[in-house]
């Protein structure tokens, strides 16, 4: 039965991968910005490292985040057809250039991998990821990107 949902081309046993792997750079990259906030008004030097780890980490699954949203991207035209789905991927890309420079800046020492100009880099990319969500979202709960509609063999 053909679906008239777009389909997500990446994917495991009939589950999309991007949406399983997004949450993990999104809790990394906001887990950056309030241990860069902490750090600012402490000047603990553990919440700098603490900072630099969750943005590593963050940019590492971020790599198979966007290989699967490229996938599911250039593998679906009725997706590339979305205007939240560019709005979704242009904005992830900058996210991503932006946390590669944020990770240049927070190798630095202490107090200058953080204030100001990490704390800057990690508040634009959490504003971004703001927005950027709001149109993955709405690429699934509005237009059903990924979703497979029940009655094609799924159970309830």
């Not at 971020?62 to 904005?91: C, K, M, N, Q, Y």
């Amino acid at each position: 039965m053909p679906s008239d949902t777009p389909r997500s081309t990446a994917r495991i046993a009939g589950h999309p991968i991007h949406p399983m792997l997004v949450p993990i750079p999104i809790a990394c990259f906001v887990g950056t910005w309030l241990s860069d906030l902490v750090y600012w008004k402490t000047a603990a030097m553990q919440w700098a490292n603490f900072s630099a780890w969750m943005l590593t980490v963050g940019l590492i699954v971020s790599i198979f985040v966007a290989l699967t949203g490229v996938i599911d991207f250039f593998g679906e035209r009725r997706i590339r057809a979305l205007r939240p789905a560019w709005i979704h991927g242009l904005g992830n890309g900058f996210v991503l250039i932006l946390s590669i420079v944020n990770a240049f800046v927070h190798s630095r020492d202490a107090y200058t991998s953080v204030v100001p100009s990490g704390l800057l880099l990690s508040t634009l990319v959490v504003l971004i990821l703001a927005v950027t969500g709001w149109n993955g979202w709405e690429m699934v709960y509005r237009h059903g990107v990924g979703v497979r509609p029940l009655g094609s063999g799924d159970r309830r």
